[in-house]
Nanobody, 119 residues
Framework: QVQLVESGGGLVQTEGSLRLSCAAS????????MAWFRQAPGKERELVAA????????YYVDSVKGRFTISRDDAKNTVYLQMNNLKPEDTAVYYC????????????WGQGTQVTVSS
């Protein structure tokens, strides 16, 4: 079993920055792809970014390209999402997950952290 705990969310103004962290326990993530999702009120959960086990970027959704950066520190068993130049449409609950690909590939999820961007 893997437990994921997200942190770093909060309230920020437009064009501000936040750094989300996803700390894992129970099992090493060193051979696992990792992903960040988000879900805004009334919308479906969407994949935001993903990274391979070696740290190579797998995916960014178009709306965050050039603003968000996914990274990982396997020594700390932690994955990060650096979010710059935030916009009100980035407001959502952000979740990290283990895996990448089809929906069945995401085996473990965190509880989420709220990001609110004020205009």
């Amino acid at each position: 079993q893997v437990q994921l705990v997200e942190s770093g969310g909060g309230l920020v103004q437009t064009e501000g920055s936040l750094r989300l962290s996803c700390a894992a326990s129970g099992r090493t993530l060193s051979r696992q792809s990792m992903a960040w999702f988000r879900q805004a009120p009334g919308k479906e959960r969407e994949l935001v970014a993903a990274v391979t086990w070696s740290g190579a970027t797998l995916y960014y959704v178009d709306s965050v390209k050039g603003r968000f950066t996914i990274s990982r520190d396997d020594a700390k068993n932690t994955v990060y999402l650096q979010m710059n130049n935030l916009k009100p449409e980035d407001t959502a609950v952000y979740y990290c997950a283990v895996g990448y690909g089809t929906p069945a590939a995401y085996r473990y999820w965190g509880q989420g952290t709220q990001v609110t961007v004020s205009s």
